[in-house]
T-cell receptor, first 114, second 112 residues
Framework: GAVVSQHPSRVICKSGTSVKIECRSL??????MFWYRQFPKQSLMLMAT?????????EQGVEKDKFLINHASLTLSTLTVTSAHPEDSSFYIC??????????FGPGTRLTVT | AQSVTQPDIHITVSEGASLELRCNYS??????LFWYVQSPGQGLQLLLK??????LVQGIKGFEAEFKRSQSSFNLRKPSVHWSDAAEYFC??????????FGKGTMLLVSP
């Protein structure tokens, strides 16, 4: 199947700083990518849809200015958590759909804000 | 609005025994249905999918699932569970290229 990578896999940052997470589709192009957040022992919650060449679409309740998304190319989307706070600590997962209508997920990024 | 219900939060199965994980969905049109597996601290791996056609679909790792429109169900099955199958399983519904709605997941525990 298709491969999606995320970097970094784990990051620890201090409160008030910003963190960038990269999501790459390694062997296919993705004009759309999705960013999810997962709390411990819970399901995935869609945060936003990243669109190559246009603005991201955010789900209700997700702060656009806090979670900046840039879809720089057909294989790369980035999520920047700005002015991070401890409550932003979570597991962030991206996914990319293929032309076969399958979504492939990255391995996730564990963010810890101290 | 679309939704997915996985009624079992945890299931414990003996190694070698059969497995069935339940999934019920609500969707306004013909659904695209998926099962994913997640190991601790990892992303999600696609096990199988249903788009159309044969209602019994085969996936990786010996898993299969059956789409039953009349029951709005898409249950996941495996005839003989291995210890390495212990993980969390998520059922999801979507419409092709769009976002997915996930169930809350079922944690599978495998006893010796």
């Amino acid at each position: 199947g298709a491969v999606v990578s995320q970097h970094p896999s784990r990051v620890i940052c201090k409160s008030g700083t910003s963190v960038k997470i990269e999501c790459r589709s390694l062997d296919f192009q993705a004009t759309t990518m999705f960013w999810y957040r997962q709390f411990p022992k819970q399901s995935l919650m869609l945060m936003a849809t990243s669109n190559e060449g246009s603005k991201a679409t955010y789900e209700q309740g997700v702060e656009k200015d806090k979670f900046l998304i840039n879809h720089a190319s057909l294989t790369l989307s980035t999520l920047t958590v700005t002015s991070a706070h401890p409550e932003d600590s979570s597991f962030y997962i991206c996914s990319a759909p293929t032309v076969a209508h399958e979504q492939y997920f990255g391995p996730g990024t564990r963010l810890t804000v101290t | 609005a679309q939704s997915v219900t996985q009624p079992d939060i945890h299931i414990t199965v003996s190694e070698g025994a059969s497995l069935e994980l339940r999934c019920n969905y609500s969707y306004g049109a013909t659904p695209y249905l998926f099962w994913y597996v997640q190991s601790p601290g990892q992303g999600l791996q696609l096990l199988l999918k249903y788009f159309s056609g044969d209602t019994l679909v085969q996936g990786i790792k010996g898993f299969e699932a059956e789409f039953k429109r009349s029951q709005s169900s898409f249950n996941l099955r495996k005839p003989s569970v291995h210890w390495s199958d212990a993980a969390e399983y998520f059922c999801a519904v979507g419409a092709g290229y769009s976002t997915l709605t996930f169930g809350k997941g079922t944690m599978l525990l495998v006893s010796p």
